[in-house]
């Protein structure tokens, strides 16, 4: 599967999961931001440790300044996978985020259930559809 699928994928997926308060909310804010940087990452889990990453990642990720989305998925063909697709104002942004003590509390807590890591990718973003 290549990123464009995966970003289709978690696109579905926020679709699928949100309640439509909050799909509603995050695409009237995805109409005005302006990402420009990006991540994706695929992270391996522990075997049998998924839903508890999920949750430990998801944990310090709901208030970081500059980030305009963070989504986490679940990989289709790894059951221990996860992806991460993260959209941000700035690089600059990104970095000052990882010294938040919400997010350093949650790296720690999901640190000991990362196997380790698979494709890793920076962008910037050039195009949005309202697809």
């Known amino acids: ?3 464009r699928q995966h970003l289709m994928a978690l696109a579905a997926m926020a679709a699928a999961f949100l309640p ?9 804010m995805m109409e ?6 990006g991540l994706i ?3 391996i889990a522990k075997p049998g440790q998924r839903a508890a990453l999920v949750a430990a990642l998801s944990e310090g990720t709901g208030t970081m300044p500059g980030n ?3 989504l986490i998925g679940e990989d289709s063909a790894n059951p221990d996978a996860i992806w991460i697709v993260e959209l941000w104002d ?3 942004s990104h970095a000052a985020s990882l010294t938040l003590p919400a997010v350093q509390e949650a790296i720690s807590k999901g640190r000991p259930l990362i196997a380790g890591f698979g494709t890793r990718a ?3 973003p050039v195009a949005k559809t309202g697809a």
């Open 1 to 3: 599967m290549n990123r």
């Open 20 to 28: 439509i308060t909050k799909l509603r909310a995050l695409e009237a």
């Open 90 to 92: 700035s690089k600059d």
């Open 32 to 37: 005005e931001a302006d990402p420009q940087y």
């Open 122 to 124: 920076e962008f910037k």
């Open 68 to 70: 305009f989305a963070y």
């Open 41 to 43: 990452g695929q992270m």
